[in-house]
Every structure is written in structure tokens, then in C-alpha cells.
């Protein structure tokens, strides 16, 4: 389309970036040689330090530089509980809390059958393992409570409940600060039947 | 915020291009790092290459790998009309109307204070040189029928024929193929003005 192939070379490579089309590639690829070069090559420099040292932790499949990752090894941890949590940023906002000393398994996805994400690919299986090791006492599912998040959570409770893993799920409810008036129906309806 | 300094790096150089976001540049890191290694490596690939490779045309200012365009090498086309366009985005759709065969000047942006791009951005001083270098009879000034796009057109304009250079502007009007009923007035008044 351009004058140039490394021009369109890099269009079609930030094609590849999740949510960006060719409008918007191009125009990324347009400011970053007019306005900012320095920045696409920190961009290529930090892409190539990612991939070549980041990997998934042994244990709760987080992506880290390290075999293990911090929160893994750290034996101030309860052991005992088990988080389940779709991405790393889930389990940011979950430490920010400062309310959950135990430890996480990180799915780095959720189930969608129409994108073809299947049970494997948000290792299933290696949750299993995990949550049946004998020190896990109970698995959380925190999960998003979109619809793709509710139903990754039920298959991952089904599964886990048939092997005699105890299984919790996030409280759904009314948010802190909220004024009633103003929440949905299912919100309300789902406090209402979990009152305490 | 999470796990590895690469994975962080990598998002921070995520968010320095145009219109993303922390929430879409770790979004995307995610994304390359579980499902993508491959178009990871091969942006960082473009990247190198097109901030190597690619460079400003010594005459028409668009990106290009050589030190001149092959458009402006091309001796078929009329070096009497000189098209100003915004981008090489633009200049590809006006090439392929098919319906231009004279020479273009790319802008590569567009006057815009509160970012800070003045007349000097845009290569003003190039352009005036460019079109009083006795060859060019005609500037047909092509920017956008933005805001922006309608101010530099102005400044262009202004600085051009107190040159006494030619100026021209794409005619405004009713678009090809619209019912009347729905178009919008200021278009219909501007096509009023401009009948032929």
C-alpha cells in the first residue's frame, strides 16, 4: 500500500496486536517514525527481552523470568487456599486487597468455545493436579463474572467438586458505595439470595 | 505490577503507541506472550527494520526506503500539479481514483496547536521551495474536511499565493451515490455554493 516494505512489513506485524486493525496499525506505524523511533525501538527491544525470558511459573501458571514465581515460594503463604484468577492483572487486584494470604492459579485466559478456548488451554488439568496435591483445602474461583467468566467457573467447579475438591466462588453482591436505587436487578437479586 | 521486569517493559512500550491504554497495552502483552511468541518476534523484526530502513522521500517527504519515491522518479507523471495530502494513507487513495497523475507533497501530519505540530511539523518551508521551484503550476491542496484538516489547508493556502503560487482545494459536495434527503446541510449549502 505504501511506498515502502518495511513500511508495510510493520503495518501488518501490529496487525497482529489483539483489537488493532489495519486503520489503526497504520497509524501507530505512521507516529512511530515520524514522532517517536526511540520508542519503536524500545518496543522491539522489550518484545524480544519478553519473549525470551518470560515463561509460566511450574505452579500457578503466571507468567514469570523465574522456574517459580515469588508469590509460589513465599512460605508466609497459606498453602491451603488456592485463587483461581483468569489473568495476572485479576490477581494484582486481588493482592492490592491485602485480604487473601494464600496462594493462586492463574488460568491466562477463560473458556470460549466460539474463539476456541477449550478446558486445555487454561490448564484444566494442572489445576486438578494442583488442587488434589492434598495441601489445597479449598479452591476459590474468582473468575470475572461475565458470562464467559461464570462459565469457566461452573466447568472448573464441576470438575473439581467431582474429584472431592471443597470449591467456593467470589460473593456476588451490592458494591461498596453504591446506592441501591441505582444497582441492577440481577445484583440485587443475587444479594437478596445470599444475605447474610 | 506483575511478576517480571520484561513482561512490565514490555507493557510501558506497549503504551507508547498511539491510543493504548495501560488496560490495552497489558491486554495485548498477554496476548503475544500466551497465544503469540511468533508475531511478537516478528514485530520486533519490523519494528528494527522499518526504523533502519525507512526514511523521508528528498522530495515529497513520504516514507520510503529510497532516497527518492518511486513516484517522484517516475517520469510519466505530470510535475505541473502538485497534490498535498496529509498522509501516504491519503495519497493512496487518491491514487487509486486513477483520476490524478500529477506529483504529491506529504504532509505527514496536520497543523494542530494544542498538540504542539506547528507549520514547521509539516515541512511548510519545503513545500513553499517545492512549489516556486518554476516547474509546479498548480498546489491542489487534498487535507482532510476536519477541523485540522480545513486549518492547514488555510495556512497552506495563505502562505502559497502570497508567493503567487496557484492554489487549489478539492471541491466540496454532495458524495457520490447519497440521497439528498439525508445528507448533511452543511454539505448540501457548501455544494449549493460551489454548483458547476
Same mark, same amino acid.
Do not use: N
Given at each position: 500500500?505504501?511506498?515502502?516494505?518495511?513500511?508495510?512489513?510493520?503495518?501488518?506485524?501490529? %496487525? %497482529?496486536?489483539?483489537?488493532v486493525?489495519?486503520?489503526?496499525?497504520?497509524?501507530?506505524?505512521?507516529?512511530?517514525?515520524?514522532?517517536?523511533?526511540?520508542?519503536?525501538?524500545?518496543?522491539?527491544?522489550?518484545?524480544?527481552?519478553?519473549?525470551r525470558?518470560v515463561?509460566?511459573?511450574?505452579?500457578?501458571?503466571?507468567f514469570?523470568?523465574?522456574?517459580?514465581?515469588? $508469590?509460589?515460594?513465599?512460605?508466609?503463604?497459606?498453602? $491451603?487456599? &488456592?485463587?483461581?484468577?483468569?489473568t495476572?492483572?485479576?490477581?494484582?487486584?486481588?493482592?492490592?486487597t491485602?485480604?487473601?494470604?494464600? &496462594? @493462586?492459579?492463574?488460568?491466562?485466559?477463560? &473458556?470460549?468455545?466460539?474463539?476456541?478456548?477449550?478446558?486445555?488451554d487454561?490448564?484444566?488439568?494442572?489445576?486438578?493436579?494442583?488442587?488434589?496435591?492434598?495441601?489445597?483445602?479449598?479452591?476459590? &474461583?474468582?473468575?470475572?463474572?461475565?458470562?464467559?467468566?461464570?462459565?469457566?467457573?461452573?466447568?472448573?467447579?464441576?470438575?473439581?467438586?467431582?474429584?472431592?475438591?471443597?470449591?467456593? %466462588?467470589?460473593?456476588?453482591?451490592?458494591?461498596?458505595?453504591?446506592?441501591?436505587? @441505582?444497582?441492577?436487578?440481577?445484583?440485587?437479586?443475587?444479594?437478596?439470595?445470599?444475605?447474610?
Amino acid at each position: 500500500m505504501t511506498q515502502s516494505h518495511a513500511l508495510d512489513a510493520l503495518i501488518q506485524s501490529l %496487525r %497482529r496486536l489483539p483489537g488493532v486493525g489495519v486503520k489503526s496499525a497504520t497509524r501507530m506505524a505512521f507516529h512511530l517514525l515520524q514522532h517517536d523511533r526511540a520508542g519503536a525501538e524500545q518496543l522491539a527491544r522489550a518484545l524480544e527481552g519478553a519473549v525470551r525470558s518470560v515463561h509460566h511459573c511450574a505452579r500457578c501458571h503466571t507468567f514469570t523470568e523465574a522456574e517459580v514465581c515469588s $508469590t509460589c515460594l513465599d512460605p508466609q503463604r497459606d498453602a $491451603t487456599r &488456592l485463587c483461581v484468577v483468569e489473568t495476572p492483572a485479576d490477581q494484582a487486584a486481588l493482592e492490592r486487597t491485602g485480604a487473601f494470604r494464600g &496462594l @493462586y492459579f492463574v488460568l491466562l485466559g477463560r &473458556l470460549s468455545p466460539l474463539d476456541g478456548v477449550g478446558p486445555q488451554d487454561i490448564g484444566l488439568q494442572e489445576l486438578i493436579a494442583r488442587a488434589s496435591d492434598g495441601v489445597v483445602q479449598e479452591v476459590i &474461583l474468582a473468575t470475572s463474572f461475565t458470562a464467559e467468566g461464570e462459565a469457566t467457573a461452573h466447568v472448573l467447579s464441576e470438575a473439581l467438586q467431582r474429584r472431592g475438591v471443597r470449591v467456593t %466462588r467470589l460473593a456476588r453482591g451490592v458494591p461498596v458505595g453504591s446506592e441501591l436505587e @441505582y444497582v441492577d436487578l440481577g445484583t440485587i437479586a443475587h444479594a437478596l439470595a445470599d444475605r447474610r
